[in-house]
């Protein structure tokens, strides 16, 4: 059950979080859930705007700042390479459709 994240303009695919990938990353979305009331998860679609995108990369910088990122390096890894992503996208003003499985 990978999430697959596409362009919201015109559908092009531009990267997924496999199960593992989505496992590690999971506490941001569900913090995200908190704050904004969107869920990000396998089992439904959702749209994120740019300022969602900044509302996740906000999120991880809080996560980054008050975590040993040591205790579990692939989850780190993952959460980094995912916020990378959205501040690449974010940047370009791109908004996202994420599609569940």
């Known amino acids: 059950m990978a999430l697959d994240f596409h362009r919201l303009d015109n559908n092009e695919y531009l990267f997924e979080l496999d199960d593992s990938q989505y496992a590690n990353v999971e506490i941001i979305f569900i913090e995200f859930k908190?704050?904004?009331?969107?869920?990000?998860?396998?089992?439904?679609?959702?749209?994120?705007?740019?300022?969602?995108?900044?509302?996740?990369?906000?999120?991880?910088?809080?996560?980054?700042?008050k975590q040993n990122l040591n205790i579990n390096k692939q989850q780190a890894m993952d959460i980094i390479g995912f916020n990378a992503l959205i501040k690449y996208?974010?940047?370009?003003?791109?908004?996202?459709?994420?599609?569940?499985?």
């Open 34 to 65: 908190k704050q904004t009331g969107i869920y990000i998860d396998p089992y439904r679609d959702a749209k994120l705007s740019v300022t969602h995108q900044k509302t996740i990369i906000q999120i991880i910088d809080a996560y980054i700042n």
């Open 89 to 101: 996208f974010s940047k370009k003003g791109i908004e996202l459709k994420v599609l569940g499985d």
